[in-house]
């Protein structure tokens, strides 16, 4: 069940059966290195840390003061897991396996997508401000290319940061028409909009074009 954080602003720990579901497509292994935004009080940091295991490392980043305090204490048994107190939207990261966002952006930060390293992933809800969004993974299969797929639908708060008015519009106009179901890569190469772009915007575009399709194969 969910567990509420902040009642008044309706701010919880999310969905256990949604977060074991997108987990397991991560293919987490041990060892990697993973970066969870938005950690809240830490219980599904708590899960990436035991995925990774002793060897392995979770950098823990929360914006609230208090959530990161509470985190950082429940998550004392776990020697591999950091937890700062900072935005997510703007924290330095350093390179990453795996980058896990618990609120919901309407587009993929560069510096998201920059950490990644080779085979890295991205997971983050892209959602609109209102109505569902999706809860989308991004792989760097290539330094230039990333395929990309929506996993499911979801609701989230809101990532401070992440956030986009206009974006958002035009996100909740893509999703009406097939809620994701057609994209298959990010494309970061500069481009015109072309009928394979299912939301084309400023530096970055979602396409119906596999990444090996992309420019330069």
Not at 70 to 90: C, E, K, S, T, Y
Not at 186 to 206: I, Y
Request: proline share 6%.
């Amino acid at each position: 069940m969910l567990i509420a954080l902040d009642e008044s602003r309706r701010l919880n720990n999310g969905q256990p059966s949604l977060w074991a579901f997108v987990f397991d497509k991560l293919d987490i292994v041990a060892n990697e290195h993973v970066v969870h935004l938005g950690c809240g009080t830490g219980y599904y940091t708590a899960i990436l840390a035991e995925l990774v295991g002793r060897d392995g490392a979770v950098e823990a980043i929360e914006i609230e003061p208090r959530l990161a305090g509470l985190a950082r204490a429940a998550l004392a048994p776990w020697p591999q897991v950091m937890v700062a107190n900072g935005d997510g939207a703007g924290h330095p990261l350093t390179p990453a396996d795996v980058i896990v966002a618990s609120a919901g952006a309407t587009h993929p930060l560069p510096a998201w997508l920059d950490a990644l390293k080779p085979g890295g992933r991205l997971l983050f809800p892209m959602t609109p401000t209102e109505g569902f969004g999706g809860m989308l993974l991004v792989t760097r299969v290539r330094a230039d290319k990333f395929s990309a797929r929506f996993l499911c639908r979801v609701l989230f708060y809101e990532f401070a940061g992440a956030r986009d008015a206009e974006v958002s519009k035009r996100l909740g106009e893509a999703l009406a028409r097939d809620h994701g179901a057609g994209v298959k890569s990010l494309r970061s190469d500069p481009h015109e909009q072309e009928e394979n772009c299912w939301l084309h915007e400023d530096g970055w575009c979602l396409s119906c074009r596999e990444a090996a399709e992309q420019a330069g194969d």
